[in-house]
């Protein structure tokens, strides 16, 4: 099993910052492709952003493309979030996930979710 912790979200105004933050634990022996969905109120769970176990350069939603950045710090076991220039549209729980795939891009190759931090962007 693996567990998976997020943090750092919050209410910020549109054109800001936040960093999201989600701490890796248990199993994790076995490295996983790293990455980030969100669900906002009546829509369904979106593909943010995540890098593969195999290595290369994190992809992204067409989405948030040029404004989000991912990235991992293997020594504290910790993938990152930033998240610059937001929009109201960028509303929504942002989850943590990890899977054995070497691509995450749908729900269906996620293995393992973090509980979720809301992300609230106000006008």
């Known amino acids: 099993q693996v567990q998976l912790v997020e943090s750092g979200g919050g209410l910020v105004q549109a054109g800001g910052s936040l960093r999201l933050s989600c701490a890796v634990s248990g199993r994790t022996g076995r490295t996983y492709t790293m990455g980030w969905f969100r669900q906002a109120p009546g829509k369904e769970r979106e593909f943010v952003a995540a890098?593969?176990?195999?290595?290369?350069?994190?992809y992204y939603g067409d989405s948030v493309k040029g404004r989000f950045t991912f990235s991992r710090e293997g020594a504290k076991n910790t993938v990152y979030l930033q998240m610059n220039l937001l929009k109201p549209d960028d509303t929504a729980v942002y989850y943590c996930?990890?899977?054995?795939?070497?691509?995450?891009?749908?729900?269906?190759?996620?293995?393992?979710w973090g509980q979720g931090t809301q992300v609230t962007v106000s006008s």
């Open positions: 996930a990890a899977g054995r795939s070497p691509i995450l891009r749908v729900v269906t190759e996620v293995d393992f």
């Open positions: 890098l593969s176990w195999i290595g290369g350069t994190p």
